[in-house]
């Protein structure tokens, strides 16, 4: 039964190529029913939900991009209707909106997937005698799903909504296909999302005994329109920006370095030391260094933002490192990825010991200066990032005299269960000159040339 309109798109989300929507993945419109729930319908009358990214930075410099998140929430204009079953004793009895997939287990609904959800008035029909139905509404119509950005930014690739993940994805594609940053920047840009929305319904049949029901449900999914829209800044550049006069003697450019300190770029070593091997207590954590380059003089303060399934979190340490482009335009410093300690210490990353299973970590550089006449720093501005991934590999273990040899090292924790081996000794070799028997070495043969 579908009574309702199909959802609009904005004139410049049907102007998108095929090839931009083909790009995120959609789930396919799904539903199911019940005894109690012969048919629940969803429908999205408005418009599709925008998302404006803007850069934030007052620098003109590319590399000082700064995005952010205009909006805390979205909205989703919905209407939904669910019809009860065959019989004049099933009445309805309620509805709710779900930001992500359903499912049904037996007459129940499996709401796993669901990254949020919210009450919902709908429209119902039950029937009220042989053959008569009555159709009535619970204040329902078009209703205003409002959806938390930060309730839905985590969980899975093709139901999340991650604004900036899904510009920088768009970013990295362009790079890749050898465009640059600074035109990417320059230009407006937008990303078209098909997000699952589910509405589940609910009708109730009294048993025999007074005031005793029996609840069963119906549900439906279909995929929502998202845009997220990023304003172009046509006077951003790539070049150094510098305050002061830029001569030229001879084929070296010199700068006055009087100026105001600007960091250009801050990235991480391209050849990122993963961890691959033990993960016991003593074990160095991984060192990774931050490059950096710049203009004036001053100091710069760093620190490393790090975001996992675990939760977010920032180093504790502060790396310090003062800058004199004259003396050295391209700088570094060298921090420990607190990967073991993390393991040992904090209950919540003690998961990262499971045995062959590969972690990923995805740090940012975050940094402010202060420029050498000044006495406080500027804001914080985020940089490059990276991915760290970390793997613990089972580790064999010899034990002293009267233990058994071999066995893997338990990294699990407690709830790991302890898998042994067994280690196959080395044959030895005899010494040589000693054996007992030796092969005789076969004559040469002299072979005579025909004269």
Not at 78 to 94: L, R, W
Not at 163 to 174: A, C, D, G, R, V
Not at 255 to 277: K, R
Request: proline share 5%; with cysteine.
């Amino acid at each position: 039964m579908n009574r309702f309109k199909k959802i609009l798109l904005g004139a410049s989300a049907v102007a998108l190529g095929a090839s931009a929507m083909a790009s995120n993945a959609a789930f396919a419109a799904s539903s199911g029913n019940s005894e109690y729930v012969q048919n629940v319908d969803l429908s999205f009358p408005g418009y599709a939900a925008v998302i404006n990214v803007k850069n934030t930075s007052g620098s003109k410099s590319v590399n000082n991009v700064n995005l952010q998140v205009q909006e805390s929430s979205i909205e989703i204009e919905a209407d939904g209707f669910v019809q009860c079953g065959d019989d004049k004793k099933i009445n309805f009895s309620n509805a709710n909106i779900h930001f992500g997939p359903l499912g049904m287990a037996a007459d129940k609904i499996n709401e796993g997937s669901s990254l949020y959800k919210s009450d919902i008035l709908v429209s119902y029909k039950y029937r009220i005698g042989l053959g008569k139905w009555l159709t009535e509404s619970a204040g329902g119509g078009k209703q205003i799903f409002t959806v938390p950005l930060n309730q839905i930014k985590n969980g899975h690739p093709a139901i999340r909504v991650n604004p900036l993940e899904e510009i920088n994805k768009k970013l990295q594609s362009h790079l890749q296909g050898g465009g640059s940053k600074v035109d990417f920047y320059k230009n407006d840009q937008e990303v078209v999302l098909q997000r699952p929305v589910s509405l589940a319904g609910w009708c109730n049949k009294e048993l025999k005994n007074f005031g005793q029901y029996t609840y069963k449900a119906g549900f439906e999914t279909k995929n929502f329109t998202i845009q997220v829209k990023y304003k172009g800044d046509p006077t951003l550049t790539d070049k150094p920006l510098l305050n002061a006069q830029v001569g030229q003697m001879g084929n070296n450019p010199q700068y006055n370095n009087n100026q105001s300190l600007l960091l250009n770029q801050a990235t991480f070593q391209p050849n990122m030391p993963h961890h691959i091997g033990k993960c016991t207590e003593g074990t160095p954590d991984p060192k990774i260094r931050v490059n950096y380059k710049g203009a004036g003089k001053g100091t710069v303060r760093f620190k490393i933002g790090v975001k996992n399934s675990e939760g977010n979190f920032v180093l504790p340490n502060v790396y310090l490192g003062s800058y004199d482009s004259e003396s050295q335009i391209n700088r570094h410093f060298d921090f420990d990825y607190p990967l073991i300690d993390k393991m040992y210490n904090h209950h919540q990353f003690k998961w990262w010991k499971m045995i062959n299973k590969t972690y990923e970590h995805a740090l940012t550089i975050q940094a402010q200066v202060k420029n050498q006449n000044s006495d406080s720093y500027g804001p914080w501005k985020e940089f490059g990032s990276a991915t760290f991934k970390h793997r613990c590999t089972p580790q064999v273990a010899v034990n002293g005299s009267g233990a058994k040899l071999g066995g893997y090292q338990n990294q699990g924790g407690d709830t790991m269960p302890d898998a042994r081996g067994t280690l196959q000794k080395k044959p030895q070799r005899a010494p040589l000159g000693k054996a007992t028997q030796e092969t005789e070495r076969p004559k040469r043969l002299k072979i005579q040339t025909p004269q």
